[in-house]
């Protein structure tokens, strides 16, 4: 099977932070365009950030731009997200999965929906 599984949620004040893991089971990821998006309940989902690794290329929604980062030390099975300063509305589940090269630019269309894992429920508490 080819999937992407988000770990490493929690529960967090306001300013805290978080690291959370994609991994990958079944490709790695560097060959692909991985994408973080999360859902808060009552709420739409939301693609929060992606990484085009061939080309080094990231984006951030405005929401999370300046707090959230892609670090460099992905390896071949795992993407990481390090979210910096959370903010109670930064409360949601968190998921990754494969998405088009149009993440770039802000446009979240996910190619494969069977690398869609289960998400890491992240809580700021304010």
């Known amino acids: 099977d080819v999937q992407l599984q988000a770990s490493g949620g929690g529960a967090v004040q306001n300013g805290g932070s978080l690291r959370l893991s994609c991994t990958a089971s079944?490709?790695?990821?560097?060959?692909?365009?991985i994408g973080w998006f999360r859902q808060a309940p009552g709420k739409e989902r939301e693609g929060v950030s992606c990484?085009?690794?061939?080309?080094?290329?990231?984006y951030y929604a405005d929401s999370v731009k300046g707090r959230f980062a892609i670090p460099g030390d992905n390896d071949k099975k795992t993407v990481y997200l390090q979210m910096n300063s959370l903010k109670p509305e930064d409360t949601a589940v968190y998921y990754c999965?494969?998405?088009?090269?149009?993440?770039?630019?802000?446009?979240?269309?996910?190619?494969?929906?069977?690398?869609w894992g289960e998400g890491t429920q992240v809580t700021v508490s304010s």
């Open positions: 999965a494969k998405v088009s090269l149009q993440c770039a630019w802000g446009n979240f269309i996910i190619e494969d929906m069977d690398s």
């Open positions: 079944g490709f790695n990821v560097e060959d692909y365009i």
């Open positions: 990484i085009v690794s061939s080309v080094g290329i990231t």
